[in-house]
């Protein structure tokens, strides 16, 4: 499985735009792809504190499966910050050609980065995984030691980039 992170400056920098945009070109030439998507809140829980499922996990399940007629969804409480590595764990047997993650992973892995303009990646240091910069406007980047791409406009390009990285 090939594994690509979309970063960027913040929010609303376009990370979920871009992300999108690549699943749908890559579902579009047939790869199997995932997703994982970074929330940095602290007490975030897909789960609601006195639900059947929550009651579930209070009494210690390792895993909680929450099946509806249109989705399931795994719910694993995890001890400490290594929700990356508790997030791979989770997609193991699902046999993907390809894994976005959203959000800086903390580990060592090609990267694009999202955002508005230049000023941004001239204010904080690009991570050196980084293999292009991803932006709605990227007339708004001068010259830049890395490709600038149109997240939307340029997504089969970036495709390209980022299965060439592997």
Known sequence: MKIIAVTGSGQ???????????VSEFKRRGLRVGTIKQIHEMNFSMDKRGKDSWRHAEAGADIVIAASPVEAVAIKRIKGLNRYSEALAL??????????????PGVDMPM???????SVCESKPIDKSVVA????????F???????????RDVSQVADLVLAQF
């Open 12 to 22: 609303n920098a376009g990370k979920t735009t871009a992300v999108v945009n690549l």
């Open 133 to 140: 910069v991803v932006s709605l406007s990227p007339e708004n």
């Open 91 to 104: 997609l193991a047997g699902q046999e993907l050609d390809i894994l976005i993650i959203e959000g800086h």
């Open 142 to 152: 001068g010259e830049m030691s890395l490709p600038v791409f149109h997240m939307v």
């Open 112 to 118: 694009l980065y999202a955002a508005h303009d230049s």
